[in-house]
T-cell receptor, first 110, second 115 residues
């Protein structure tokens, strides 16, 4: 069974602080994605990484895919209250089935 | 264009009753997924349809759960003899044809409460 473990499960920080969220697995994935979900809505894709060692930047968000394609991290610089939400990593297995981690719930205080 | 829609948005039922949840994917999307999200938790994979291939049912938690899809359009998730532990938000997602790293487009979900 392929599993994705996210840490931390919950993070509460002050506006302006930096943070990193981790997504780990013992399995290799053809791609990893990060989604953000707000209350009452479905998750929305932030980024897809497909190449081992890949780094992608999206404004204040930096995403890394591990060299072995088993893990990923999301780093947010100078967090803002608008970053508050549930961050989910998702891995695509053989056969194109997508599985999700349990998520990291981020709360950024003004 | 229209996104993924789900109905009903909320469903309250009594233990032991059957419920049917509906998902209308984005037109032209060949892949369709159902996930379950319990309060404060991540997404639990239930079932995956890809075109005319046999669905991947490996995530269905029991034989009370079943799902169907008509061609590449509407899908229904049926839960028979509902139990209180079935209470959750049921999310549907669709995506374009099978390419690595494709984006999933989610509906707003159906919140199911079993009393």
């Amino acid at each position: 069974t392929q599993l994705l473990e996210q840490s931390p499960q919950f993070l509460s920080i002050q506006e302006g602080e930096n943070l990193t969220v981790y997504c780990n697995s013992s399995s290799v994935f053809s791609s990893l994605q990060w989604y953000r979900q707000e209350p009452g809505e479905g998750p929305v894709l932030l980024v897809t990484v497909v190449t081992g060692g890949e780094v992608k930047k999206l404004k204040r968000l930096t995403f890394q895919f591990g060299d072995a394609r088993k893990d990923s991290s999301l780093h947010i610089t100078a967090a803002q209250p608008g970053d508050t939400g549930l961050y989910l990593c998702a891995g695509e297995t053989g056969g194109f089935k997508t599985i999700f981690g349990a998520g990291t719930r981020l709360f950024v205080k003004a | 264009g229209a996104g993924v829609s789900q109905s009903p948005s909320n469903k309250v039922t009594e233990k032991g009753k059957d419920v049917e949840l509906r998902c209308d994917p984005i037109s032209g999307h060949t892949a369709l997924y159902w996930y379950r999200q319990r309060l404060g938790q991540g997404l639990e994979f239930l079932i995956y349809f890809q075109g005319n291939s046999a669905p991947d049912k490996s995530g269905l938690p029991s034989d009370r759960f079943s799902a169907e899809r008509t061609g590449e359009s509407v899908s229904t998730l049926t839960i028979q003899r509902t139990q209180q532990e079935d209470s959750a938000v049921y999310l549907c997602a669709s995506s374009p044809s099978g390419l690595a790293g494709r984006r999933l487009y989610f509906g707003p979900g159906t919140r199911l409460t079993v009393l």
